[in-house]
Nanobody, 124 residues
């Protein structure tokens, strides 16, 4: 069992930066691949970024590539999403998720554990 708690979301102006954190508790954090997803009201939860258990493989949605960076620290049981050059379209609730898959997927159905989410609002 793995528990995930996101933090770091807040109101920020367009062009600004935010760093989201995901703190994990439970067993064997380093054996899970991790992902970040985001969701706005009335829409599907969309893939943002993912990282393999060892950190050697990362994936990004085209919409955030070059602006967002996913990372993890297995010694601290944490993951982060550094978000730069934020746009109003990045406004959403951001969720951290974990999967037992060796390589992380891009669809929410591939993930086994989810946090409660953190709100990011980007003003124009």
């Amino acid at each position: 069992q793995l528990q995930l708690v996101e933090s770091g979301g807040r109101l920020v102006r367009a062009g600004g930066s935010l760093r989201l954190s995901c703190a994990a508790s439970g067993r064997a954090f380093s054996t899970y691949s991790l992902g970040w997803f985001r969701q706005t009201p009335g829409k599907e939860r969309d893939f943002v970024a993912a990282i393999s258990w060892g950190g050697g493989t990362t994936y990004y949605a085209d919409s955030v590539k070059g602006r967002f960076t996913i990372s993890r620290d297995n010694a601290e049981n944490t993951a982060s999403l550094q978000m730069n050059s934020l746009k109003p379209g990045d406004t959403a609730v951001y969720y951290c998720a974990a999967t037992v898959r060796v390589l992380p997927g891009r669809t929410k159905n591939e993930y086994n554990y989810w946090g409660q989410g953190t709100q990011v609002t980007v003003s124009s």
